[in-house]
């Protein structure tokens, strides 16, 4: 024993360990652990490092038997016989091939499931994701060297996974100190409407909104063919790609499955947080998509082929099922294209696709929320006391309602624990920050520094909010608010909507920029946005009224005008009406004393405004009382309604129904004067 009484080193003679070693010899009493061995652990199975690595992941395995028309034979029941998990591989990876096929060479890469960097195959044996595809080889004039080679899959990576390829091999991608992936969008940092295309057809140029106002902007066919191969190629010249098979839509039975091919880890992510995830057993019997998105966003498109007009284009063709990006990595754009995409399908199927928040109470009471950005949309439909079906996009069908993604998008830009708890706590792991800034060394990131851009954005999914309804369902509406946040001072801060000012409201889609928001602004501007959402719809944006009408009336559903803007007289003059304030206001519509309240008409607009609200001044529900210069509000006023009716006459022609009533009435439900 050791003069310190704790070990020593015993004889060779009395005890020796593996390989002569000698045994160490505690000052424990007790018999049973007197010795510490230095080969008391079971030495491991592996012989080499890459072998004890390849211990270290065990695979992920189907958790239901695969039944496929594909397979031969059939169980005696009738039914289709059960594959074998090689069988769907091959035929999932056939599937991904399909997609990826040059027009020309009609045949697609041969594909391999895995990352390229990790060795495929171990002590001479394939490794769990070795399982690959090669279609049948042509010989001919169209060969290629990329049809010589594999492009790996990467398929339907956890968010984990798509860290490490982020961090590995993405430049500006960081892990922030909340959790959350930080990654740069490039030269772009926003949407390009201007580039966006719309392939027109026989079926397109009589079925979408096309012309003054409309965000369809056309191409042919053939331009967007060649697009789709310059896209194609570049994709299959890469060593990987990332494969993301999920769906849109929380309503089962109007559910559209989406297939997005992408080059980058950040937009792999970006779309697993904002499409609806697949479990298990969806995946495994997922098949062929019903819409294809290819992003080639590294890759610019071809300035010398017709209908460009940049570097960059987003191309969407109807009738192929498919949109092409180039020359633009904003993950944004993806996004949406695919709520471009939901505008065109779900009225096919009587079904309303709407640009709103959406939120349900303790009885399943649901309201929607249409505003443009400022106007508080995000604030007001995420509420404690209610239940948040979703944020941004939505279906109103027979069923109710549906949020149409499986995430949020939120802005960032001067981000507050205080001001949004909800949306600050959601940024942790799994969670894609884009453009924000952070610090180099603790990593903590300051949204308010907007030196790479103000549209800094978070992503991430829709249970990362506590309150989230799951699955996203809901109830047919109660309440239909449109907000808008008028800097002319004008809007009551609320008034109860007849049918058709409802629908002459969501036409116009009003909100107002502030003065000093914009360089050369020096008074507020009024900003029109068709249906609040005019860069997404598809089709005439009278023909979503329409349906928002009868799915109104049919539901008895009631449409109130929110404003969150100014009271007391314009921006620079008046005050920005209190959140406190709107707050009461949205609980007694949700409450329903609103519709109780008695209320006197407003001259030009003709609103119905309430007298009192419980918890608001009674002054301030009346602009007229709240302005100390009658000749100014008068002004104003018209000067607004004028403004009105500008930008509907775009829209006053345009028939509705078979006897054109309905467009009379929505006409005459705007300011008079």
């Not at 010899?25 to 008391?40: A, G, I």
């Not at 399943?364 to 948040?388: P, Q």
């Not at 206001?585 to 609103?607: N, Q, W």
Request: charged share 25%; with cysteine; glycine share 8%.
């Amino acid at each position: 024993m050791a003069e310190n009484g704790e070990f020593s080193f015993t004889s060779r003679a009395r005890s020796t360990g593996r390989n002569g070693l000698p045994r160490i010899q505690t000052n424990n009493n007790n018999k049973e652990t007197l010795v510490c061995h230095d080969d008391s652990a079971t030495p491991i199975k592996a012989k080499t490092i890459d072998e004890l690595h390849s211990l270290q992941k065990k695979r992920s395995t189907p958790t239901t038997p695969i039944k496929s028309p594909l397979a031969t034979g059939t169980a005696p029941d009738g039914s289709f016989a059960v594959i074998s998990e090689e069988e769907r591989q091959r035929q999932q990876l056939q599937s991904i091939s399909a997609s990826l096929a040059s027009l020309t060479r009609e045949t697609g890469p041969k594909v391999v499931k895995g990352d390229p960097a990790t060795p495929r195959k171990v002590d001479g044996q394939p490794s769990a994701h070795s399982f690959h595809y090669t279609s049948t080889p042509t010989f001919d004039d169209n060969i290629s060297d990329s049809s010589l080679k594999f492009t790996h899959v990467l398929y339907n990576l956890s968010p984990a996974e798509l860290y490490e390829q982020a961090v590995k091999y993405e430049k500006g991608s960081f892990i922030t100190s909340s959790g959350a992936l930080a990654t740069l969008s490039g030269a772009k940092t926003g949407r390009s409407p201007r580039d966006k295309r719309v392939v027109k057809d026989e079926t397109t140029e009589r079925e979408l909104w096309w012309g003054k106002g409309s965000p369809n902007i056309e191409m042919d066919e053939h331009t967007f063919l060649v697009n789709r191969e310059r896209a194609v190629d570049y994709l299959n010249s890469l060593d990987k790609v990332f494969v993301n098979d999920q769906f849109l839509n929380w309503d089962p039975e109007h559910r559209i499955k989406v297939r997005i091919v992408s080059a980058r880890a950040y937009h792999s992510l970006f779309m697993h947080n904002m499409c609806i995830r697949p479990t298990s057993e969806e995946l495994e019997d997922f098949g062929t998509p019903d819409f294809t998105i290819y992003n080639a966003g590294q890759f610019p498109c071809n300035r010398y082929t017709h209908y460009m007009t940049s570097s960059t284009s987003i191309d969407i063709n109807l009738a192929r099922k498919e949109m092409v990006i180039l020359g633009t990595q904003y993950a944004g754009e993806m996004k949406k294209g695919l709520f471009s995409l939901m505008h065109y399908l779900m009225p096919k199927r009587q079904i309303l696709s709407l640009h709103s928040g959406c939120n349900m109470g303790k009885d399943g009471d649901v309201a929607l929320f249409f505003g443009l950005s400022g106007t508080g949309k995000t604030t007001l439909s995420t509420d404690h006391n209610r239940y948040l079906i979703g944020d941004d996009e939505h279906c109103w069908s027979d069923n109710g309602v549906s949020n149409i993604e499986g995430g949020c998008y939120a802005k960032c830009i001067d981000l507050s624990r205080e001001k949004e708890p909800d949306i600050w706590n959601a940024i942790k792991f799994g969670t894609v920050l884009e453009n924000i800034v952070f610090d180099e060394h603790t990593r903590e990131v300051d949204y308010l520094d907007k030196s790479v851009t103000e549209n800094t954005r978070a992503a991430y999914p829709i249970e990362y909010i506590p309150n989230a309804k799951i699955p996203c369902v809901g109830p047919h509406p109660k309440n239909i608010i449109l907000l808008a946040c008028d800097a002319f001072g004008v809007l009551p801060p609320v008034s109860k909507l007849s049918l058709e000012q409802t629908m002459y409201h969501f036409i116009s889609g009003y909100t107002a920029l502030v003065a000093g928001t914009e360089e050369g602004v020096k008074e507020p501007r009024a900003t029109f946005s068709a249906c609040f959402g005019a860069a997404f719809i598809m089709l005439h944006p009278t023909k979503y009224a329409a349906m928002l009408a009868e799915k109104m009336q049919k539901h008895g559903a009631t449409g109130w005008l929110v404003n969150t803007g100014w009271s007391g007289g314009s921006y620079g003059s008046g005050n920005r009406i209190k959140l406190a304030f709107t707050r009461r206001i949205i609980d007694a519509i949700h409450s329903g004393t609103l519709l109780e309240a008695s209320y006197t008409k407003t001259p030009v607009f003709g609103l119905e405004i309430p007298t009192e609200i419980e918890g608001v001044p009674s002054e301030i529900l009346d602009p007229e009382n709240t302005w100390s210069d009658m000749k100014a509000y008068k002004d104003t006023l018209l000067k607004l309604g004028t403004l009105f009716k500008k930008n509907f006459e775009g829209f006053a022609n345009h028939k509705i129904g078979e006897d054109n009533k309905l467009a009379d009435e929505i006409l005459a439900a705007g300011p008079l004067f």
